[in-house]
């Protein structure tokens, strides 16, 4: 079980997910890869998206990440990954910032998602004692 926020950047406060998280979560997938894997969060449409774009991403490799956003989005249209979760994803995957720049070009032409993340950080920023705290 991974436990952290759903906030897409990390202000030092807020418990979001390390590095390592995203880690054990890819690691913990690729132990699963011949049978189903079950992923979720209490929303689910940023924390257990931005595993989900990871999984996806490794399982269809290298210069994939736009594919995998897509097959994110087939499975959960709602989804608006988590950007510390997908940053950390990139790094451990070594894309080269390729998996943030797949969400960012989906975001570019989808103006809705660009408003509900805008809404999640703004509510963040009203009542940020609703949050667990590192």
Do not use: K
Not at 64 to 74: F, H, P, R
Request: proline residues 4%.
């Amino acid at each position: 079980m991974l436990d952290f926020e759903d906030v897409d950047r990390d202000d030092g406060f807020i418990r979001v997910a390390s590095r390592e998280q995203v880690a054990a979560a890819l690691t913990f997938a690729r132990e699963q890869a011949t049978g189903s894997l079950l992923i979720h969060c209490y929303h689910g449409v940023g924390r257990s998206a931005a595993i989900a774009l990871a999984v996806l991403a490794d399982r269809l490799g290298p210069g994939s990440e736009d594919e995998a956003m897509n097959q994110l989005l087939t499975i959960r249209p709602e989804a608006t990954p988590n950007l510390v979760v997908v940053s950390h994803a990139d790094a451990v995957l070594g894309r080269g910032g390729s998996l943030l720049h797949a969400v960012a070009g989906w975001e570019a032409r989808t103006p809705e998602a660009v408003r509900l993340r805008a809404v999640r950080r703004t509510f963040v920023e009203r009542h940020p004692e609703l949050y667990a705290r590192r």
